[in-house]
């Protein structure tokens, strides 16, 4: 990996030219080449811990708001940007204080209030969890779920924003949400987690074409 990288700095103006790559397109094989070796240099003992993931994880997320910073540095200086993922990965507080920081709370730390997380939910619908390929349907409707109190007034769409000092009764309380890939149900108090969040009535499955 580091003699690849070492060959397209060195012939970078050759594959310019014969591949119609732009320098951006270059600037970013070669950005997400060097955060790969970087994580595949780490020793076995420095990646995984006796409960393993979190330890992966930890490199992961870390490497994932340094990427977000070279793109600020050097692809949309001065720019608004958004970064849409996993809620977990942009939250800019912990729903877990035992986990290692996730990239939304290393982001958060650097930029402040100039890092705006939101959290994404739906109240029912059908869901593919890619894991064991298989689908299921889903319906939040506990009274302590985000998702209920969020959709109460049966909205296809509701907003909730916890950074200006609202007085939403349950956003400084805990509450659970549906979160397939974290065990399914997460607990979490949303103004500490979140700056602001939006439920969907309905997801459905995604198609592409």
């Known amino acids: 990996m580091n003699d690849l990288i070492q060959k397209i700095e060195e012939n970078k103006n050759r594959i310019i030219d014969s591949l119609h790559f732009s320098h951006t ?4 094989i070669q950005q997400s080449l060097e ?22 994880m930890k490199i992961r997320d870390l490497q ?3 990427n977000i910073d070279w793109i600020l540095g050097n692809l949309y200086p001065n720019k608004k940007i958004i970064i849409w993922g996993h809620n977990a990965h942009v939250q800019s507080g912990p729903f877990n204080a035992s986990l290692p920081k996730y990239m939304g709370e290393h982001l958060k730390e650097k930029y402040g209030e100039a890092y ?3 959290g994404l939910f739906a109240y029912e619908g059908e869901i593919y969890q890619h894991w064991d390929q298989s689908s299921r349907s889903f319906k939040n ?14 909205l296809d769409y509701s907003y909730a924003n ?7 009764s349950w956003m400084n309380t805990a509450v659970q949400a549906f979160e397939p890939e974290n065990n399914g149900v997460v607990s ?12 969907i009535r309905q997801g459905n499955i995604p198609t592409f074409e």
């Not at 397109?25 to 970013?28: F, G, K, L, S």
Request: net charge negative.
């Open 162 to 168: 916890f950074s200006n000092g609202s007085s939403i």
């Open 116 to 118: 705006f997380s939101i």
């Open 141 to 154: 409707s506990d009274t302590g779920n985000i998702e209920q109190l969020m959709s109460e007034g049966a």
């Open 35 to 56: 955060l790969q070796y970087n994580a595949v240099d780490y020793s076995w003992e420095d990646r995984m811990d006796e409960n393993y993931f979190p330890s992966a």
């Open 64 to 66: 994932m708001a340094q």
């Open 25 to 28: 397109e270059i600037a970013i």
């Open 188 to 199: 979490f108090v949303p103004s500490i987690r979140f700056d602001a969040a939006i439920c």
